[in-house]
């Protein structure tokens, strides 16, 4: 890991991805960039112990860069009884991605975060969601156990009517038909 307590803000909240040339590292198109972190992130960043005349946020044993992360991150995986095959470091990119996406974040927000040239990069994990009953179930259907709304005029007869300067007699809060508004109002 290349991370370093200098790249963290605590007051902002956010993480810096650098260039660290000296260790070989620099970031996806070589461009430097800040992405927010979520407060209980920095809350556990805090928390976390910061060795004395040590630059790194995950230091080896000895002091300097950790190497062997992916190994810690499969040993985790076995004690939680998952596939230990199926971690690797980048799976962590993808979760953050596919998860900032799922929560409503724009693709080109997500995609500045991932540091991804094209949006189609970016818009590769816009996956199915699999757990979408529940928010269906919250989904209302505006006119179930209402009465029946008045009848209204087809779409074309509205349309007509408004063009030729009428009013519209469609009840406030329903949709207004494609073409209905003329243009600038």
């Known amino acids: 890991m290349f991370l370093h307590w200098s790249d963290v803000n605590f007051e902002l909240r956010t993480v810096r991805v650098t260039s660290k040339p000296e260790l070989g590292f620099y970031p996806k198109r070589w461009e430097d960039r800040e992405i927010p972190a979520p407060v209980e992130l920095i809350d556990e960043l805090r928390k976390h112990t910061h060795r004395p005349n040590c630059q790194f946020v995950f230091p080896s044993p000895t002091g300097n860069r950790e190497q062997h992360m992916l190994d810690h ?7 939680a009884k998952l596939d230990p ?50 928010e269906l179930d919250l989904v209302t259907i505006p006119s179930v156990g209402k009465a029946d709304p008045a009848p209204r005029k087809s779409a074309a007869r509205e349309t007509r009517s408004l063009r030729k300067g009428g009013r519209s007699h469609a009840r406030a809060e329903g949709p207004v038909p494609a073409g209905a508004l003329k243009p600038g109002t």
């Open 73 to 79: 991150c499969k040993s985790i995986a076995k004690r």
């Open 85 to 134: 095959t199926k971690f690797d470091l980048k799976t962590f990119r993808s979760t953050y991605a596919t998860g900032m996406l799922r929560r409503g974040f724009d693709v080109r927000t997500v995609q500045h975060w991932m540091g991804h040239k094209s949006l189609e990069t970016t818009m590769r994990y816009l996956a199915p969601a699999t757990d979408v009953h529940d």
